[in-house]
């Protein structure tokens, strides 16, 4: 079993093709390839941390759909375009606003908001985070674990800063 992390997929987000520069012709392939990354690269059994903003402009039906359609155990740090109806699908493996865990020996601290300064800083915990698509200057031990940094695709705790 591993642990992945992601952020800010948008899905169903027209927007977020022209807002955040994503290389796709619509929001249809953006869907799709995103939605194709995520199970390329995480297993049945896997764990899933998404720190937010997971989908826009799409039904609840819809997004519970494309939700089901993911491969691993999804857990949401709720970010500032999570709608409770979204928040509220019941394939989330747990939904908060905040959490820290231990993943191998490494602390994280988890938000869609990236801190200026957390918990277990001073003692080497890691500040993961989305909201900011790849444009905020990391501080050390901080990752944006954001789509749009990562080819689309979630990461591995090996690949964070300060890891």
Known sequence: MAVWFTADTHFGHAGALSLYRRPFASVAEMNAAMAARWNE????????????????????????????????????????????????????????????????????????????????MAKGALNLHGHSHGRLKPLPRQTDVGVDGWDFRPIGVQRMRGA
């Open 41 to 120: 690269t995480v297993g049945p059994d896997d764990d899933v941390w998404h720190l937010g903003d997971f989908a826009l402009r799409t039904g609840v039906e819809a997004a519970g759909a494309l939700l089901r359609s993911l491969n691993g155990r999804k857990h949401l740090v709720t970010g500032n375009n999570d709608p409770p109806q979204i928040a509220g699908l019941p394939d989330w493996c747990s939904v908060q606003a905040y959490a820290e865990i231990t993943i191998e020996t490494h602390r994280l601290v988890l938000c869609h908001y990236p801190f200026r300064t957390w918990n277990g």
